[in-house]
């Protein structure tokens, strides 16, 4: 018999079955932190600092030429993207020596943006801790500098069993909710921010989520693809979509964590199909009519995603109203950040 088939209605508040109902595991006492994963947790934050910093002085910073490596030989050619992006990082930093004030806002951009991605993670930490489940702290990715957003996200390590449907639920569900409300007033700010002008550099628009959208309209702010971008704007839009991407209902992503508490394993894996499915459609558009390969990097993700096993919690018992109605919030929440086409290329 199926899991599925043990607990009745996966999203009713009341047991249906004869099962005793099940008590609640108090929490564990938590793993100590060495010198050395503090160090490790330390250090990658100060990295991902630095590369958001440099990342949102280049989303503001004025185009300027760069020097070409020469192409005389063969090992110029294989040195030229090497060399070309260590020019454009040179010349980046030269633009910030001579004009501090695009650190200043490099830093209002890493500093926006980490914070929702921090929220996002000590949601699920503190969550997890809630639950006597042992969880790292916080890895943070640093990226390449120059890179969109300069870092690739942050994640937590789950060490130990998830104990219940419920803290599954909470776990799950606790971090794209934290930090979709860090998110609001960076939003907030960075439609206030924004300013008439000439179009965004590149040739990149980047398309608004339904939140902007709604947002800029209480505000009175007309939304024009082609302003000039500020770094709340962009932090807040970039927080918007990584959130967008973990509330995908598949595999481990955070969507995925709560489609399991809520829907039970089987629906589980043919809600991730679909969604894998629609997103592949939604790749193949987004190049037709956007000129944006970004689609594909989503769809190869999912992909990957829905090969990783999924484990069961212990105790599936029924998640009751109130999270039911915290899922319905985050069904919104997710359609609120998700944007179809993020990317037009002109």
Known sequence: MSLDETIGSPISPEITSHEPRPVFRPPQAPTVITAR??????????????????AGTML????????????????????????????SVASLIQQVVHHPSLLLQG???????????????????????????DATLPFFIPAPPLFLAGTFGAFIKIRSPIPSRRALFDI???GPLAGFIIAIPVTFIGLLALQPGPGQGFGIVFNDPLFFRITAKLLRIPLDPYSP????????????LVTSLNLM????????????????ATAHK???RIAFAIMVILAVLGFVLHRSPSGFLYA??????????????????????????????????????FVPFPITIN
């Open 270 to 272: 043919i809600i991730g």
């Open 60 to 87: 503001v910073a004025p185009d300027v030429p760069v020097a070409e490596p020469p192409l005389r030989t063969p090992i110029d050619y294989i040195l030229y993207l090497p060399l070309g992006y260590l020019n």
């Open 249 to 264: 209902p598949v595999g481990q992503l955070d969507g995925g964590h709560g489609t399991l508490a809520v829907f039970g």
């Open 107 to 133: 830093v209002a951009f890493a500093s926006s943006l980490l914070s929702i991605l921090f929220a996002h993670e000590m949601g699920h930490y503190l969550a997890c801790r809630y639950y006597g489940v």
């Open 229 to 240: 971008i500020n770094p709340y704007y962009m932090a807040a839009w970039i927080g918007l």
């Open 300 to 337: 190869v993700l999912l992909g990957i995603m829905l090969r990783v096993r999924h484990p069961q919690p212990g105790i599936m018992e029924p998640l009751g109203m109130k999270r039911v109605v915290i899922a319905i919030v985050t069904l919104l929440v997710f359609v609120l950040c």
């Open 37 to 54: 994963e503090w160090r490790i947790h330390i250090g990658l934050f100060a990295l991902t600092t630095i590369t958001a910093i440099l």
């Open 172 to 174: 799950g569900l606790a």
